[in-house]
């Protein structure tokens, strides 16, 4: 029997299982908008989606906070991007060229060339799911900055807070102002940025 980390919250396995059964939901439910005749039972399952938004932003939050709780007294840096590269970045690639591929085949690519595909993967556009591989990318990437930034400020903890609540929204306005955009949502991971960051 294999026995949990003495860091380990069991509690997390419950609110990872909300989370999927959310977004379960969110996908069965995501079309009742392109609905032209709308009835009550399609109003009220555009409602339960809407009311189940909170999955995605609770991913977020977990993650964050198994980091956190992982490596909240040694962050052996190298390591850190080694893991991550391995376990999500080698997949995501294999399976965009997959994706590539098959819609290839299907008609729904124009073209299966080393341009086309790199400019998939870059972009995250093989396949819908995949804006959420670029959201925790980001945060894998920034985690090590995070971390010691907040070692610099956690004892200035008003500073802290103040920064934590509204440097995502600055941050969004100048990136959507400023920042070209490259064929991807380059301001998403931001919006998200404050539930990964809640969890110090």
Not at 22 to 51: P, Q, R
Not at 139 to 154: C, Q
Request: proline content about 4%; charged content about 10%.
């Amino acid at each position: 029997m294999i026995r949990p980390s003495k860091n380990w919250f069991e509690e997390i396995n419950y609110l990872r299982a909300i989370a999927i059964i959310g977004v379960l939901i969110i996908h069965t439910t995501d079309d009742t908008a392109a609905v032209k005749n709308l009835t009550g039972l399609m109003f009220s399952l555009m409602y339960i989606e809407e009311l189940i938004r909170f999955a995605v932003p609770m991913f977020i939050f977990v993650s964050g906070f198994v980091l956190y709780n992982k490596y909240r007294s040694e962050l052996p840096v190298k390591d850190f991007y080694k893991k991550r590269f391995m376990s999500i970045l080698i997949p995501y690639i294999i399976f965009s060229v997959l994706y590539c591929i098959v819609n290839t085949q299907l008609g729904l690519f124009p073209a299966f060339t080393l341009n086309s595909v790199m400019d998939s993967i870059f972009n995250f556009t093989a396949s819908g799911q995949f804006w959420y591989i670029q959201l925790i990318l980001t945060f894998y990437i920034f985690y090590p900055a995070i971390v010691a930034y907040y070692e610099i400020t956690k004892d200035r903890f008003g500073i802290y807070i103040f920064t934590v609540l509204f440097s995502p929204i600055l941050i969004m306005y100048l990136l959507g102002s400023f920042i070209p955009s490259f064929g991807f949502a380059i301001t998403t991971p931001f919006k998200y940025l404050i539930y990964f960051w809640h969890w110090y």
